[in-house]
């Protein structure tokens, strides 16, 4: 753009700066747009987990419903009841209530620690998942708070932009008033006064 045409059309230039402010406002907001769209959807996930720890005993219930006995767990017993059988045999005292009851004791202990294994595995994963979404979360906000941040210095910028847009013709106009003033007291000065002589 040359000295003239800027003189002449000083909005372009602004124009022309504002359309490049756009863009990478635009390029800016778009990258971390991502980012905050997952911490969003993050925030669901975490207050429902919220929820449900603050409701451990529905929680529990809800989880020892889907247990099933581990084959390990299975083993065990089945290897602890041929155990007690064979030491009530071989005492004596097969088919005794005593015998059957610690027979019955040991396979219970078994089960019970197998089933609070599970709820143990389960607990872990689900902090897991928390600790997960939580990052997520975290890493959100921060680009939502960027993006906020952008909003407003874009805001700032336009809106400066926008005010000296307005103003740029009567500033050139001052501008060339103000030169041709200087010119102007400047041709003065060099004049010598009239002598009569």
């Not at 905050?36 to 919220?50: I, K």
């Not at 872990?124 to 960027?146: E, F, P, R, V």
């Given at each position: 753009?040359?000295?003239?045409?800027?003189?002449?059309?000083?909005?372009?230039?602004?124009?022309?700066?504002?359309?490049?402010?756009?863009?990478?406002?635009?390029?800016?907001?778009?990258?971390?747009?991502?980012?905050?769209?997952?911490?969003?959807?993050?925030?669901?996930?975490l207050?429902?987990?919220?929820?449900?720890?603050?409701?451990?005993?529905?929680?529990?219930?809800?989880?020892?419903?889907?247990?099933?006995e581990?084959?390990?767990?299975?083993?065990?017993?089945?290897t602890?009841?041929?155990?007690?059988?064979?030491?009530?045999?071989?005492?004596?005292?097969?088919?005794?209530?005593?015998?059957?009851?610690?027979?019955?004791?040991?396979?219970?202990?078994?089960?019970?620690?197998?089933?609070?294994?599970?709820?143990?595995?389960?607990?872990?994963?689900?902090?897991?998942?928390?600790?997960?979404?939580?990052?997520?979360?975290?890493?959100?906000?921060?680009?939502?708070?960027?993006?906020?941040?952008?909003?407003?210095?874009?805001?700032?910028?336009?809106?400066?932009?926008?005010?000296?847009?307005?103003?740029?013709?009567?500033?050139?106009?001052?501008?060339?008033?103000?030169?041709?003033?200087?010119?102007?007291?400047?041709?003065?000065?060099?004049?010598?006064?009239?002598?009569?002589?």
């Amino acid at each position: 753009m040359s000295w003239l045409s800027s003189f002449l059309h000083p909005r372009r230039g602004y124009d022309a700066a504002q359309g490049q402010l756009d863009k990478y406002y635009q390029d800016a907001q778009g990258y971390q747009k991502p980012y905050m769209d997952q911490g969003q959807a993050a925030y669901g996930n975490l207050s429902d987990m919220m929820k449900s720890l603050l409701d451990p005993a529905a929680l529990q219930s809800k989880w020892a419903s889907g247990y099933q006995e581990s084959d390990a767990a299975k083993n065990l017993e089945n290897t602890a009841t041929q155990h007690g059988l064979n030491a009530a045999s071989s005492m004596g005292i097969m088919g005794s209530t005593p015998a059957l009851q610690a027979i019955q004791q040991g396979t219970s202990q078994i089960s019970a620690a197998d089933r609070q294994q599970y709820l143990n595995d389960l607990m872990q994963k689900y902090l897991s998942g928390a600790g997960i979404a939580q990052g997520i979360y975290g890493t959100g906000a921060n680009a939502a708070n960027n993006m906020s941040g952008n909003a407003m210095n874009m805001g700032q910028n336009a809106a400066q932009m926008a005010y000296n847009q307005q103003n740029a013709g009567g500033n050139s106009f001052g501008g060339l008033l103000g030169m041709a003033g200087s010119l102007g007291s400047g041709l003065v000065s060099q004049m010598k006064p009239w002598s009569f002589a």
